[in-house]
């Protein structure tokens, strides 16, 4: 089985990081894996994912704490904090939490740094299955510019991919479904994109035994990679850590034209998390709901899912209103995120920016965007579609159908705002 078809659509589900930053405990995990389970589920979210620092007993908020002592095992890889995750002790891993979620009818993740544990460096602790030790293997000035809990491995020392297998074949024997790997992608601290290291993590998954989504962060992914990234990963991050600040958002725009032609079955430029409902629960910035209006959560919605990205909530899940939800169930939005193709930029003028894409029945998706600051009309000509004869639209988070369309469609877009629509051929 090829990597890529471990992801045929873009992958949709849960992660731990905007709203836990750093410090997520187990019953946090479980209690949103159930209600992805109860509310999420037939609309095809399936990933619980936990994020950084799931080995550190300390971790307060979404700042690392420098040089601090991890949980490691015999063979200098990381494993879960049990005072953070009960239920990994006496060396059960992850595999009990991954057990539950996959009982829900989901599936699990993890996210870890590129490298080695420079813990297990200094402390000079074997690597499984060889004569070699960490120390042997680290790359000491490779390192992460802003978290200190890691070297780079050295991709041609001898035990590099051992310890690189070792890792995912324990992470095959937690059950793990998804990894997100930090520091790899973009690494513009320290030396650019690290591809021997990509490299190795390939091979490593390969080996394992077990279909692994892999996911690459941070961003911005070098688009002169894009081939590198389609051989080796599943999704990759296309922009730095997003938030729920406008002028992100706005910038998403140049991004996904970047990336256009890019997103293809097992291949997802990743737009990264959607900062929703409720976030930052335990961060440094005060807890509190998504910043972005009513009109730019519908804006980021529309751009994420017509251009194909994946899907990533990064509320808390228990704390949904029902406008949250209402995003994230639409079917005939998600339907089209799961079975559309083509996506492209067909006009940008100034605040007024036209994207399409082709549906598999034949159907075209349109999403008009008003980026300025008053309400504008937008409009696209039905020639500019490869519609000539005509057809009728329905916008669909409103689900309003319209009257037969001749010439072009146009709608009047509030400030920062978006309307979607599905043309058909009468």
């Given at each position: ?361 034949g159907e075209r998706y349109v999403a008009l965007f008003n980026t300025g600051e008053e309400t504008d009309d937008v409009s696209v000509s039905l020639a500019d579609l490869g519609m000539n004869d005509g057809g009728s639209a329905k916008e669909l988070w409103t689900g309003v159908a319209t009257g037969l369309l001749r010439d072009e469609l146009s709608r009047a877009i509030p400030p920062h705002g978006t309307a979607l629509f599905k043309l058909t051929v009468d």
């Amino acid at each position: 089985m090829r990597h890529h078809d471990y992801a045929p659509t873009p992958p949709m589900g849960w992660n731990s990081w905007d709203c836990y930053g750093a410090t997520v405990k187990e019953e946090e995990v479980r209690g949103n894996a159930d209600y992805m389970a109860a509310h999420l589920k037939e609309h095809g979210w399936e990933y619980v994912v936990v994020d950084i620092q799931w080995y550190e007993p300390g971790a307060v908020s979404d700042l690392y704490r420098p040089f601090v002592r991890l949980e490691t095992d015999g063979y200098s890889r990381l494993v879960p904090a049990v005072n953070r995750f009960p239920s990994a002790k006496d060396g059960r891993g992850f595999k009990p939490l991954s057990d539950y979620v996959h009982g829900l009818g989901l599936k699990f993740g993890i996210h870890i740094m590129r490298g080695i544990p420079r813990q297990a460096v200094h402390d000079n602790t074997p690597i499984k299955g060889t004569n070699v030790t960490a120390r042997d293997i680290a790359h000491t000035h490779s390192f992460c510019g802003w978290n200190t809990d890691m070297y780079g491995v050295d991709a041609s020392k001898p035990g590099a991919q051992e310890f690189y297998d070792s890792l995912f074949e324990l992470y095959a024997e937690w059950g793990v479904d998804y990894i997100k790997v930090d520091d790899i992608a973009d690494s513009w601290l320290h030396g650019g994109t690290h591809l021997a290291e990509i490299e190795l993590i390939r091979k490593a998954i390969d080996r394992a035994g077990r279909p692994m989504v892999l996911s690459l962060s941070p961003g911005p992914a070098p688009v002169k990679h894009a081939d590198f990234f389609e051989t080796h990963a599943n999704l990759w991050r296309i922009t730095d850590d997003f938030w729920d600040r406008w002028p992100l958002l706005l910038d998403m725009f140049d991004r996904c034209e970047q990336w256009e032609g890019r997103p293809k079955p097992g291949c997802w430029p990743d737009c990264d998390m959607l900062p929703l409902g409720r976030i930052c629960v335990r961060h440094s910035q005060p807890d509190h709901r998504t910043n972005f209006t009513r009109d730019e959560q519908l804006t980021m919605m529309t751009l994420w899912t017509i251009f194909r990205s994946p899907l990533m909530f990064g509320g808390e899940m228990r704390d949904n209103d029902e406008w949250t939800l209402s995003l994230l169930t639409n079917r005939d939005v998600l339907h089209m995120h799961r079975y559309s193709f083509g996506a492209r930029l067909v006009s940008r003028i100034g605040n007024k920016v036209v994207w399409t894409a082709e549906g598999p029945d034949g159907e075209r998706y349109v999403a008009l965007f008003n980026t300025g600051e008053e309400t504008d009309d937008v409009s696209v000509s039905l020639a500019d579609l490869g519609m000539n004869d005509g057809g009728s639209a329905k916008e669909l988070w409103t689900g309003v159908a319209t009257g037969l369309l001749r010439d072009e469609l146009s709608r009047a877009i509030p400030p920062h705002g978006t309307a979607l629509f599905k043309l058909t051929v009468d």
